[in-house]
């Protein structure tokens, strides 16, 4: 086989113990990689009323054929859990090149069940896999810890995955640091490493697995790098250089969606000002051309990473804050703790919220909390993390925040439990649709059709589809598309980025056949990513998802009175729904109906289809 190597381990922590499965090509064929496996083996292996906490979960670290041709992009890791936090398949992605060591190493994907009775951590080496105590790690932030395995592996080229506090401690939200600068955010998968006590993973660099076409490869991606290099994309400043450019299209979270424009704000957290006052440089992941992340040597004394976009706006201007200082002492925070930080900034919108509205007190706290107030932000950052006071309610997620105190539905900012990113229903309609039907709850990521309603770029992926920005019309349709083509970009593993820089559906298809040997077009690619899709939503429908949670936050159903957004607000949400149901072959209750379970070759999962002796 060629760009797979066949090889998926399956690590018990529980008895120290790793065995190796072969599977087909047939298999590959079928889930392609990282978030496709996520789903196959979750469904597998994942009850119903598994406690995603519970040793009975199982973690899923996958990659896919783009790291085996070391392709532009190829720098992500996909990550694969049932969430804590919200309950449903979960799949979170970290930029570094931890996807392409682990490939080099032998593996296709790492399966890992049960619990440590101690803190452990993965070693994964060339053919080799070895559980290792780590108490000298536990307690240590993320950063800490992989600074610490570095020394260990002094004179090997490495990558990890690290845990920080919050993963320890179960905040629901704690998500997964790669090489101290890559975050898999959302969903609570660092959690789910806590709970089984495993602090970190480590993969050493190997020996790449064979592709097809070892010639016409290195060519293509010669000059596939060159192509994307002169898109220069966000011109050179990361994500903080949309942040102005969004605020003027009514699309950033001001006031915690209550306000609808903030210039000021907005214009002090975005590029040049970022760029200038914090001396901010491009940091690259593997095989990336793009330089999303920041490094920033603020005037204040802070060096280190800096915020991108979806922190600048939810520690920001969703908190009426415009400090690009304190934004990056809580960034930073954060990170070390090994926290989301969408999560995090909106559940202290709400607690500030909560407390205006004389739901939560004072005593509650601890302290007033107050917007635009860098001590509210740090403090309650730090309770979360250490799961103190209030912080023990907050590390649950919105819907225990919100039936502690008795807050009526208004407050709910959340779909499945993960609250809303970075990007306005209200501004880009399509995503009324896209979260409420998200499969790991409220997602830009797993379905970025903001960026297809006002771009083609997804056009390429299938038929035209006709669009009006002030239109319900046909946005369950670019829903439908971005959804797949996440999965597709999530499932092969390449940083979703990289379609800014013109990477194109040709390109994708080219590269995978020349990596694999197969014969496969994008037709074929977006059935599998649809297949993909409709996987993680079965798993769902298993957990106890229907209808009743394919639902959008009441405020965003609000039009704003000023501004860009003025009068807007999705509208006839359920028509829509009702149509994407239709479309996906899911039922009015939003079950998946039969023949779409057989059309998409669904009912044949059990491993004995894919396993090879």
């Not at 899911?586 to 491993?607: A, F, S, V």
């Amino acid at each position: 086989m060629f760009g797979n190597s066949g090889k998926i381990a399956f690590v018990d922590l529980k008895t120290r113990k790793a065995s190796v499965q072969y599977f087909n090509e047939e298999f590959y064929k079928k889930f392609l990689g990282g978030s496709g496996f996520g789903a196959y083996f979750i469904n597998n292996f994942v009850k119903k009323e598994t406690d995603p906490l519970s040793e009975e979960n199982v973690l899923v670290i996958a990659s896919g054929p783009w790291q085996t041709g070391m392709l532009p992009g190829c720098g992500k890791i996909s990550i694969m859990c049932k969430s804590p936090l919200t309950g449903t398949f979960s799949d979170t992605s970290a930029g570094s090149n931890f996807s392409v060591h682990l490939k080099s190493s032998g593996y296709d994907a790492i399966v890992i069940q049960n619990k440590s009775d101690k803190p452990v951590y993965l070693s994964v080496s060339q053919d080799n896999l070895e559980i290792i105590d780590a108490d000298f790690l536990w307690r240590l932030d993320a950063y800490q810890s992989h600074e610490m395995l570095v020394e260990r592996y002094k004179g090997k080229n490495i990558s990890t995955l690290t845990i920080g506090q919050a993963g320890e401690n179960l905040v629901k939200f704690a998500c997964v640091v790669s090489n101290a600068h890559g975050f898999g955010g959302r969903g609570g998968a660092g959690a789910v490493m806590g709970s089984k006590n495993l602090k970190a993973i480590v993969a050493v660099q190997g020996e790449m697995w064979k592709v097809y076409d070892s010639k016409k490869l290195s060519e293509f991606r010669r000059d596939l790098f060159e192509k994307l290099k002169r898109a220069n994309v966000f011109n050179g400043e990361g994500t903080p250089a949309v942040m102005a450019t969004l605020e003027r299209l009514g699309d950033v979270p001001i006031h915690h969606w209550l306000k609808d424009e903030w210039e000021e704000g907005a214009k002090a957290l975005s590029s040049p000002r970022y760029t200038e006052y914090l001396n901010a440089k491009s940091r690259y992941c593997f095989g990336c051309v793009i330089g999303c992340h920041r490094y920033v040597e603020s005037p204040s004394g802070y060096k280190g990473i800096g915020p991108e976009y979806e922190t600048l706006a939810l520690f920001g201007t969703n908190l009426d804050i415009k400090d690009l200082d304190t934004v990056c002492a809580a960034n930073d925070l954060a990170n070390r703790y090994g926290v989301d930080t969408i999560t995090m900034g909106s559940l202290i919108a709400t607690v500030i919220e909560g407390y205006e509205a004389g739901y939560i007190k004072q005593s509650d706290i601890g302290f007033v909390p107050k917007w635009g107030d860098r001590d509210t932000l740090i403090n309650l950052i730090e309770l979360t993390c250490q799961k103190r006071g209030i912080g023990n309610i907050v590390s649950e997620g919105s819907k225990k925040l919100l039936s502690t105190f008795n807050m009526p539905e208004s407050f709910n900012v959340s779909v499945k439990n993960l609250d809303v990113p970075a990007h306005d229903p209200r501004a880009f309609y399509s995503l009324a649709i896209n979260y409420a039907t998200g499969n790991r709850g409220a997602c830009h990521q797993r379905g970025a059709s903001h960026v297809g309603e006002r771009a083609g770029v997804l056009n390429q992926f299938g038929t035209d589809i006709k669009l009006s920005m002030d239109s319900m019309e046909n946005k369950e349709l670019l829903a439908i598309r971005s959804q797949d083509v996440a999965c597709l970009l999530n499932s092969l593993t390449i940083c979703f980025f990289h379609l800014f820089g013109n990477l194109t559906a040709d390109d994708i298809v080219k590269g995978i056949n020349l990596v694999t040997g197969w014969d496969t077009n994008i037709e074929e690619l977006m059935k599998t990513s649809e297949r993909i899709f409709m996987l993680q939503r079965m798993i769902n429908n298993k957990f106890g998802f229907d209808r009743s949670d394919d639902t959008l936050p009441d405020r965003f159903f609000k039009a704003a009175e000023t501004g860009p957004r003025k009068g807007k607000a999705p509208y006839d949400f359920e028509k829509y729904l009702n149509s994407y149901y239709k479309i996906r072959g899911i039922d009015e209750n939003g079950k998946i109906l039969p023949e779409t379970i057989k059309r998409l070759e669904l009912d044949k999962l059990d491993m004995s289809y894919f396993c090879i002796d």
